[in-house]
């Protein structure tokens, strides 16, 4: 049995759609500079308003990533 050392980094992802497609965006957009991204955790949820509506959703995504052997 291997074991497996993680680190962890924190990321903002924004989305005018959703909550999801927040999230989604942080991690593709960090999958592009880390390797072996294996788990999240969404940490905050908040929004920017503009006159009065919804504009973006703005999410704080916590990442886990195995650390290579």
């Known amino acids: ?6 680190r962890l980094t ?7 759609t959703s909550v ?3 999230i989604r965006t942080a991690i593709a957009k ?3 500079t880390i390797r072996n991204i294996e788990w ?7 929004g920017q ?6 504009a973006h959703y703005q999410v704080l995504v916590k990442l886990g990533f195995r650390v290579d052997d």
């Open 1 to 6: 049995m291997t074991h497996h050392v993680y």
């Open 10 to 16: 924190e990321v903002v992802g924004s989305s005018p």
């Open 20 to 22: 999801d497609d927040a």
């Open 30 to 32: 960090a999958a592009e």
């Open 40 to 46: 999240f955790e969404a940490k905050e949820i908040r």
């Open 49 to 54: 308003v503009v006159d009065g509506e919804l």
